[in-house]
């Protein structure tokens, strides 16, 4: 009412405003003496008239209904009228009027003194200004609602949302929700359930297929909606690719609870901006960090305000383990602390559910089985449903026929009738919606023909309530057909019905005929007659689904494949999709179908519009789930030819296919070239091995006794050709240096053929089965072995002329040298072992040697390993030419001083203290600090300094309990140490403690760091860094932190210091950057931990990767494992207070360590054994470590050549 208030009061103020001014003319034309007053309260009446004029044009717009529930507006428009009122009730001339008769004449007397005219004024001025001031008020509250919309919008973008799965989504227009006077005691349930504070957290409706469960669903969120009580909501949804996983769920009910709960977007908002890369974590971190933590934030402004999640058709997430740790998410305590949550979830009884909910601690979920409710209750609800549906249908019927005879009478269908079509249906409404969608339907006649059908079913004896549902509407695609046609019907049921039940994602009738390669007329006059069944839209790009998951149920079900005629093999449709995609791959997909600027294109920065414009949705289909139907095929992909029986070859220099070479059998699952590229060897899925000539395209050879299951393989240094097609699944290529090809055995016999002929030429057993094969390159012998022996055979012979016997465990790589004199063995017991082999006693073995490597100095020129060190503890000198090698537990004898060139010993340091725990060189190697501990003590440390000349301990230093670290200063003045409780600084000359400061930490925590010049030190902990000065002691930077530090660096001027965090509350890594001076932070590096390199972050350090940090020589940027970062803006000045910021600079490797990259773009995708555990980068240079102990030293041009888009 108070919107009519305003509307009503602006009228009045027009109309009062008029009538003034009207009364004014008057007094103007007979009252000549107060002229001026009136003309200047007239006009101030007229500019109030014109105001409520305009809030009269702006309550007719678009945004009337918002204006008119302003309650300053109100305000202010009804004291205008106030004023009106009191300056017409003085000045009325029927009131206020004057009759002067002395001379005769009527004349008239202006009311209002002088003294009154200016409060009249200014009251008059006050009303406009103050409706003006209403009107801009609700016009800068429209700008922030727009402002808040867009901020919406905003925050709704950075949330990946599954389509179709939210209450209200297009995709649930058309569905049902409960009709009146159905459900009424368990929506009532419900409803109390919601109310009451002390329920259970969890209500779980479950019920077996077809019983109302979605339907349920959707009528409590209506409700809840209606009341501002839905949060979110899910619908899970099988043959829904967004809505069958986890992989959305949760950024879906955020952003559906952004929408329904506006206090939940600020601290969704906060979270984002927080750490957006919870979005890309396990789901019980995003259920976390998008929906308790910014849920418990916004209840704090409605503490008493219910607000439900619905999760419908729990079933329908597509696996078991995400059911389960769902289930247990919203069953956590966790979750229960958030006030006034509830959670409503529907399911299937499925097993998975029932184990999930059985684990529920107790009281945390309340259970309702919706198929056990009274029979009495399900039997009225399904009764008043099928009333309702079967009036309905009577009523659109008569208006379409034009023959009064054909119309249905009011009584149609008859009560008994109906009652059948009860006891039909009861428990399951699926049968109700179904059947009536099927006699609805006009293109299978009269209605009451088709109830008649329904009807004779009832009368037979059917398996399940679900042959009475589906098999009246498929029977009637083949009524009245002969024997050939109806098996044409059944065909095309099975394929394009087959393929629409089975799709992992909906496709529309347009994409179904580009991937099933059938005309889509033919696929929609097939599907006509299946709407009952199937939504099938109008437009042709729209998707086709299926209605109800019930009809998969019953089309796969292995009970009806002898019941009827249109069951569908599942695994055959499957593979049958699988290998049309394939087919479809094979023929549309072309090299850069999106035109990317650079073929290392991220994909997550590749716009959708542009995947969509450049590649159909049938072929995007096809490229993401033909996996997916090959695992659901199973064994039904063996003989199905979905590869290709031929392969082809292709030039690397020119690009040009060479030969396509066909004549297999089966399926090509495998090729290898030989050494020098003249023969390929190609294995089939059946058939025979084939060895073709690479120059002639002939098959030279065919192989047929061979066993199944086996790998094979013979290998090529330099591989000029390499080969395209299919792999149905993984295979290893085994090398071998000879022409003549191994095998991996499966029954412990080795056979070597001939290339040439494909004769047999030995067969070597083996006691167990065999899986480490190698030849010798002169093809003499041949080593295998599948434990921790070698088994040497001679090829020729056949003889097993030797059994190596050492390995303390299994032997995974063997290796002849050259001249097939040394075999080289690696073990999983840490050891590398090699064999000499003399020739001329028998090829028994003379001599073996084990290495247990520690340390190897590599040139970095050649490549080159230069020597071998072997200790638990080594220390370099700061310019390479010493090394200390210290004893092990293992090893007494004492520590020596090595020549890093030669190997010779420069000093034995003779060391009471068995175990050497931790050295290091003085900057000019004149010095070493050694850190040594007793067995017996595992406390007792002890730090002595040693002159490497005479190899005498000059200075044992007194510190506490501690062994890590000790440090010199670069100009070697000074030596750090640590205990747990200080750090001390010694001076060089007289060895006095210079300075001690606390730390207050474990010492295997600490961290020490001398800047360049030697003036400044810093100690960095595991979540504090400071930096104190050398002389005088004093702290000059403390910086605390939530996390461990890894490195720590001075710049070249010591004016600047950098730290390497890992942050344990994100775990996130950052590197970040002060001004020592002044205290200042500079900058930091946000990146996720262990992530794919994100451009908009900057670097990523993998844990453990983030232990290097250090400034370039002209401190323009940081070295790191992966690079160089450079810093713009960088140092900061008085006229450039620009924030620092970053990028990469020259080469360096991703942080997930599969690419090299140039100025932090991707540029060589490396292979799998050559991925850095440990890597270093310097200009051009780059050193890779694998976890096998490979370590690969790489050099390039720079800038390296242009790469090919």
Same mark, same amino acid.
């Given at each position: 009412?108070?919107?009519?208030?305003?509307?009503?009061?602006?009228?009045?103020?027009?109309?009062?405003?008029?009538?003034?001014?009207?009364?004014?003319?008057?007094?103007?034309?007979?009252?000549?003496?107060?002229?001026?007053?009136?003309?200047?309260?007239?006009?101030?009446?007229?500019?109030?008239?014109?105001?409520?004029?305009?809030?009269?044009?702006?309550?007719?717009?678009?945004?009337?209904?918002?204006?008119?529930?302003?309650?300053?507006?109100?305000?202010?428009?009804?004291?205008?009228?106030?004023?009106?009122?009191?300056?017409?009730?003085?000045?009325?001339?029927?009131?206020?009027?004057?009759?002067?008769?002395?001379?005769?004449?009527?004349?008239?007397?202006?009311?209002?003194?002088?003294?009154?005219?200016?409060?009249?004024?200014?009251?008059?001025?006050?009303?406009?200004?103050?409706?003006?001031?209403?009107?801009?008020?609700?016009?800068?509250?429209?700008?922030?609602?727009?402002?808040?919309?867009?901020?919406?919008?905003?925050?709704?973008?950075?949330?990946?949302?599954?389509?179709?799965?939210?209450?209200?989504?297009?995709?649930?227009?058309?569905?049902?929700?409960?009709?009146?006077?159905?459900?009424?005691?368990?929506?009532?349930?419900?409803?109390?359930?919601?109310?009451?504070?002390?329920?259970?957290?969890?209500?779980?409706?479950?019920?077996?297929?077809?019983?109302?469960?979605?339907?349920?669903?959707?009528?409590?969120?209506?409700?809840?909606?209606?009341?501002?009580?839905?949060?979110?909501?899910?619908?899970?949804?099988?043959?829904?690719?967004?809505?069958?996983?986890?992989?959305?769920?949760?950024?879906?009910?955020?952003?559906?609870?952004?929408?329904?709960?506006?206090?939940?977007?600020?601290?969704?908002?906060?979270?984002?901006?927080?750490?957006?890369?919870?979005?890309?974590?396990?789901?019980?971190?995003?259920?976390?960090?998008?929906?308790?933590?910014?849920?418990?934030?916004?209840?704090?402004?409605?503490?008493?305000?219910?607000?439900?999640?619905?999760?419908?058709?729990?079933?329908?997430?597509?696996?078991?383990?995400?059911?389960?740790?769902?289930?247990?998410?919203?069953?956590?305590?966790?979750?229960?602390?958030?006030?006034?949550?509830?959670?409503?979830?529907?399911?299937?009884?499925?097993?998975?559910?029932?184990?999930?909910?059985?684990?529920?601690?107790?009281?945390?979920?309340?259970?309702?089985?919706?198929?056990?409710?009274?029979?009495?209750?399900?039997?009225?609800?399904?009764?008043?449903?099928?009333?309702?549906?079967?009036?309905?249908?009577?009523?659109?019927?008569?208006?379409?026929?034009?023959?009064?005879?054909?119309?249905?009478?009011?009584?149609?269908?008859?009560?008994?009738?109906?009652?059948?079509?009860?006891?039909?249906?009861?428990?399951?409404?699926?049968?109700?919606?179904?059947?009536?969608?099927?006699?609805?339907?006009?293109?299978?006649?009269?209605?009451?023909?088709?109830?008649?059908?329904?009807?004779?079913?009832?009368?037979?004896?059917?398996?399940?309530?679900?042959?009475?549902?589906?098999?009246?509407?498929?029977?009637?695609?083949?009524?009245?057909?002969?024997?050939?046609?109806?098996?044409?019907?059944?065909?095309?049921?099975?394929?394009?019905?087959?393929?629409?039940?089975?799709?992992?994602?909906?496709?529309?009738?347009?994409?179904?005929?580009?991937?099933?390669?059938?005309?889509?007329?033919?696929?929609?006059?097939?599907?006509?007659?299946?709407?009952?069944?199937?939504?099938?839209?109008?437009?042709?790009?729209?998707?086709?689904?299926?209605?109800?998951?019930?009809?998969?149920?019953?089309?796969?079900?292995?009970?009806?494949?002898?019941?009827?005629?249109?069951?569908?093999?599942?695994?055959?449709?499957?593979?049958?999709?699988?290998?049309?995609?394939?087919?479809?791959?094979?023929?549309?997909?072309?090299?850069?179908?999106?035109?990317?600027?650079?073929?290392?294109?991220?994909?997550?920065?590749?716009?959708?519009?542009?995947?969509?414009?450049?590649?159909?949705?049938?072929?995007?289909?096809?490229?993401?789930?033909?996996?997916?139907?090959?695992?659901?095929?199973?064994?039904?992909?063996?003989?199905?030819?979905?590869?290709?029986?031929?392969?082809?070859?292709?030039?690397?220099?020119?690009?040009?296919?060479?030969?396509?070479?066909?004549?297999?059998?089966?399926?090509?699952?495998?090729?290898?070239?030989?050494?020098?590229?003249?023969?390929? +060897? %190609?294995? /089939?899925?059946?058939?025979? $091995?084939?060895? #073709?000539? &690479?120059? *002639? !395209? =002939? @098959?030279?050879?065919?192989?047929?006794?061979?066993?199944?299951?086996?790998?094979?393989?013979?290998?090529?240094?330099?591989?000029?050709?390499?080969?395209?097609?299919?792999?149905?699944?993984?295979?290893?290529?085994?090398?071998?240096?000879?022409?003549?090809?191994?095998?991996?055995?499966?029954?412990?016999?080795?056979?070597?053929?001939?290339?040439?002929?494909?004769?047999?030429?030995?067969?070597?057993?083996?006691?167990?089965?065999?899986?480490?094969?190698?030849?010798?390159?002169?093809?003499?012998? +041949? %080593?295998? /072995?599948?434990?921790?022996? $070698?088994?040497? #055979?001679? &090829?020729? *012979? !056949? =003889? @097993?002329?030797?059994?190596?016997?050492?390995?303390?465990?299994?032997?995974?790589?063997?290796?002849?040298?050259?001249?097939?004199?040394?075999?080289?063995?690696?073990?999983?017991?840490?050891?590398?072992?090699?064999?000499?082999?003399?020739?001329?006693?028998?090829?028994?073995?003379?001599?073996?040697?084990?290495?247990?490597?520690?340390?190897?100095?590599?040139?970095?020129?050649?490549?080159?390993?230069?020597?071998?060190?072997?200790?638990?503890?080594?220390?370099?000198?700061?310019?390479?030419?010493?090394?200390?090698?210290?004893?092990?537990?293992?090893?007494?004898?004492?520590?020596?001083?090595?020549?890093?060139?030669?190997?010779?010993?420069?000093?034995?340091?003779?060391?009471?203290?068995?175990?050497?725990?931790?050295?290091?060189?003085?900057?000019?190697?004149?010095?070493?600090?050694?850190?040594?501990?007793?067995?017996?003590?595992?406390?007792?440390?002890?730090?002595?300094?040693?002159?490497?000349?005479?190899?005498?301990?000059?200075?044992?230093?007194?510190?506490?309990?501690?062994?890590?670290?000790?440090?010199?200063?670069?100009?070697?003045?000074?030596?750090?140490?640590?205990?747990?409780?200080?750090?001390?600084?010694?001076?060089?000359?007289?060895?006095?403690?210079?300075?001690?400061?606390?730390?207050?930490?474990?010492?295997?925590?600490?961290?020490?760091?001398?800047?360049?010049?030697?003036?400044?030190?810093?100690?960095?902990?595991?979540?504090?860094?400071?930096?104190?000065?050398?002389?005088?002691?004093?702290?000059?930077?403390?910086?605390?932190?939530?996390?461990?530090?890894?490195?720590?660096?001075?710049?070249?001027?010591?004016?600047?210091?950098?730290?390497?965090?890992?942050?344990?509350?994100?775990?996130?890594?950052?590197?970040?950057?002060?001004?020592?001076?002044?205290?200042?932070?500079?900058?930091?590096?946000?990146?996720?931990?262990?992530?794919?390199?994100?451009?908009?972050?900057?670097?990523?350090?993998?844990?453990?990767?983030?232990?290097?940090?250090?400034?370039?020589?002209?401190?323009?940027?940081?070295?790191?494992?992966?690079?160089?970062?450079?810093?713009?803006?960088?140092?900061?000045?008085?006229?450039?207070?620009?924030?620092?910021?970053?990028?990469?600079?020259?080469?360096?490797?991703?942080?997930?360590?599969?690419?090299?990259?140039?100025?932090?773009?991707?540029?060589?995708?490396?292979?799998?054994?050559?991925?850095?555990?440990?890597?270093?980068?310097?200009?051009?240079?780059?050193?890779?470590?694998?976890?096998?102990?490979?370590?690969?030293?790489?050099?390039?041009?720079?800038?390296?050549?242009?790469?090919?888009?």
């Amino acid at each position: 009412m108070e919107g009519l208030g305003i509307a009503a009061n602006a009228i009045a103020v027009v109309n009062m405003a008029a009538k003034i001014v009207a009364q004014c003319y008057k007094y103007g034309q007979e009252v000549r003496k107060a002229k001026s007053d009136i003309d200047t309260v007239q006009t101030e009446i007229i500019i109030l008239k014109g105001i409520a004029e305009s809030v009269q044009r702006l309550l007719r717009g678009c945004n009337g209904d918002r204006l008119a529930t302003s309650h300053q507006l109100q305000t202010a428009i009804a004291e205008a009228l106030g004023q009106l009122k009191k300056v017409d009730e003085k000045m009325g001339l029927e009131k206020g009027q004057k009759i002067m008769t002395r001379f005769g004449l009527r004349a008239l007397k202006w009311p209002f003194k002088k003294s009154e005219i200016d409060g009249i004024l200014g009251n008059l001025r006050n009303c406009g200004q103050n409706i003006n001031s209403a009107l801009q008020v609700d016009q800068a509250a429209e700008i922030l609602e727009v402002g808040a919309g867009v901020r919406h919008l905003e925050l709704l973008s950075q949330l990946p949302v599954a389509e179709g799965a939210c209450f209200g989504s297009h995709t649930e227009d058309h569905e049902l929700t409960c009709l009146p006077d159905t459900r009424v005691d368990l929506l009532q349930q419900i409803q109390d359930w919601v109310k009451d504070p002390d329920g259970a957290r969890v209500f779980w409706l479950n019920g077996m297929a077809g019983t109302g469960k979605s339907t349920i669903s959707r009528t409590v969120a209506q409700r809840l909606d209606d009341d501002k009580m839905l949060g979110a909501s899910f619908f899970f949804k099988t043959g829904e690719a967004e809505r069958s996983t986890l992989s959305k769920f949760f950024s879906t009910i955020a952003a559906d609870m952004v929408i329904k709960v506006p206090e939940f977007s600020t601290a969704v908002k906060e979270a984002l901006d927080k750490d957006a890369g919870f979005l890309k974590r396990a789901p019980g971190q995003q259920l976390k960090n998008l929906v308790i933590e910014p849920l418990m934030e916004s209840q704090k402004h409605r503490p008493d305000h219910p607000i439900v999640l619905i999760v419908d058709a729990l079933d329908e997430c597509g696996r078991d383990q995400d059911i389960d740790l769902l289930i247990n998410l919203f069953t956590d305590f966790s979750v229960m602390k958030v006030p006034q949550l509830k959670i409503f979830i529907t399911s299937r009884p499925e097993i998975p559910n029932r184990r999930a909910f059985g684990k529920a601690t107790a009281g945390s979920y309340h259970p309702v089985i919706l198929h056990e409710l009274p029979e009495p209750v399900i039997e009225h609800d399904i009764s008043v449903f099928l009333d309702y549906r079967l009036d309905q249908i009577r009523t659109e019927w008569n208006c379409i026929v034009t023959s009064d005879y054909r119309r249905l009478p009011s009584d149609w269908p008859r009560q008994d009738r109906r009652r059948q079509l009860v006891e039909m249906a009861v428990p399951l409404f699926i049968f109700a919606t179904t059947m009536c969608r099927f006699i609805a339907d006009v293109k299978f006649g009269n209605p009451d023909d088709q109830i008649q059908d329904v009807l004779a079913y009832g009368k037979t004896e059917t398996k399940s309530h679900l042959d009475s549902t589906y098999l009246p509407i498929l029977n009637k695609l083949v009524v009245g057909m002969d024997a050939d046609d109806r098996s044409k019907v059944i065909q095309k049921f099975t394929s394009i019905v087959g393929s629409i039940i089975m799709l992992e994602t909906p496709l529309s009738t347009e994409s179904l005929s580009r991937l099933l390669q059938v005309p889509r007329n033919h696929i929609d006059d097939h599907l006509m007659m299946l709407h009952s069944v199937l939504s099938i839209p109008t437009s042709p790009d729209s998707p086709v689904r299926m209605l109800h998951l019930s009809l998969r149920d019953f089309l796969t079900d292995t009970k009806n494949k002898e019941a009827t005629a249109f069951w569908i093999d599942e695994k055959g449709t499957h593979a049958d999709i699988a290998s049309r995609a394939l087919t479809l791959l094979d023929r549309e997909l072309k090299q850069n179908m999106c035109n990317l600027s650079s073929w290392v294109t991220e994909r997550s920065s590749i716009k959708i519009e542009t995947v969509n414009a450049s590649l159909s949705p049938e072929l995007q289909y096809s490229c993401s789930y033909w996996v997916r139907h090959i695992q659901h095929a199973g064994d039904m992909l063996v003989d199905g030819g979905l590869t290709k029986h031929y392969f082809r070859i292709w030039d690397v220099d020119t690009g040009q296919c060479i030969w396509m070479l066909e004549g297999h059998e089966g399926r090509v699952i495998m090729v290898v070239f030989s050494d020098d590229s003249t023969r390929a +060897l %190609a294995v /089939s899925s059946s058939g025979p $091995i084939r060895v #073709w000539s &690479v120059s *002639t !395209g =002939e @098959c030279i050879i065919t192989i047929k006794d061979y066993a199944e299951g086996v790998i094979y393989g013979f290998g090529s240094s330099t591989p000029t050709l390499f080969v395209s097609g299919w792999f149905a699944k993984p295979f290893e290529i085994w090398k071998a240096e000879i022409g003549e090809f191994n095998r991996l055995s499966v029954d412990a016999t080795v056979k070597i053929f001939q290339t040439n002929s494909g004769e047999c030429v030995q067969e070597l057993k083996h006691t167990r089965t065999i899986t480490s094969i190698v030849f010798s390159h002169d093809s003499v012998l +041949l %080593a295998a /072995s599948n434990d921790n022996d $070698i088994w040497i #055979w001679n &090829v020729e *012979t !056949g =003889e @097993c002329v030797q059994v190596l016997t050492g390995h303390g465990s299994k032997i995974h790589h063997m290796a002849f040298s050259r001249d097939s004199a040394l075999l080289a063995s690696a073990s999983h017991d840490e050891t590398v072992r090699i064999w000499l082999i003399d020739a001329s006693n028998d090829h028994h073995i003379s001599k073996q040697t084990e290495s247990r490597a520690k340390l190897t100095i590599w040139d970095a020129m050649t490549g080159e390993c230069k020597r071998v060190f072997t200790s638990t503890v080594t220390a370099l000198s700061k310019d390479w030419s010493l090394i200390l090698v210290g004893p092990s537990k293992d090893s007494p004898a004492s520590p020596q001083i090595l020549r890093v060139d030669t190997g010779a010993p420069v000093q034995t340091l003779h060391i009471d203290d068995p175990v050497v725990v931790y050295a290091e060189f003085s900057p000019d190697s004149s010095m070493v600090v050694i850190i040594t501990r007793q067995n017996d003590t595992p406390h007792g440390y002890t730090t002595g300094i040693w002159l490497v000349e005479t190899g005498q301990c000059m200075r044992v230093l007194e510190t506490g309990p501690s062994h890590m670290p000790a440090l010199f200063s670069p100009n070697g003045r000074l030596v750090a140490t640590s205990d747990e409780s200080y750090v001390h600084l010694w001076n060089t000359s007289d060895w006095r403690c210079k300075q001690s400061w606390t730390h207050g930490t474990l010492p295997l925590e600490l961290e020490m760091t001398f800047s360049p010049d030697s003036t400044l030190f810093a100690s960095h902990l595991k979540d504090m860094l400071q930096v104190w000065h050398c002389d005088t002691g004093k702290c000059l930077l403390e910086s605390n932190y939530l996390g461990y530090s890894r490195a720590c660096a001075f710049s070249s001027d010591s004016k600047f210091v950098a730290i390497s965090l890992f942050l344990v509350t994100r775990a996130d890594d950052q590197i970040r950057l002060w001004c020592i001076e002044t205290s200042q932070h500079l900058y930091t590096c946000s990146f996720e931990s262990g992530s794919t390199f994100d451009r908009g972050r900057g670097l990523a350090l993998v844990p453990g990767y983030g232990d290097l940090v250090r400034f370039t020589p002209d401190g323009s940027g940081l070295e790191t494992g992966y690079g160089v970062i450079a810093l713009s803006n960088f140092p900061p000045t008085q006229l450039n207070n620009a924030p620092v910021s970053s990028s990469f600079s020259g080469y360096g490797i991703s942080p997930d360590g599969v690419w090299i990259t140039w100025n932090g773009h991707r540029l060589l995708r490396l292979p799998i054994q050559y991925r850095p555990w440990r890597s270093a980068v310097h200009l051009t240079t780059m050193v890779l470590g694998s976890l096998s102990g490979q370590v690969t030293i790489l050099r390039f041009t720079s800038p390296p050549p242009e790469t090919a888009s």
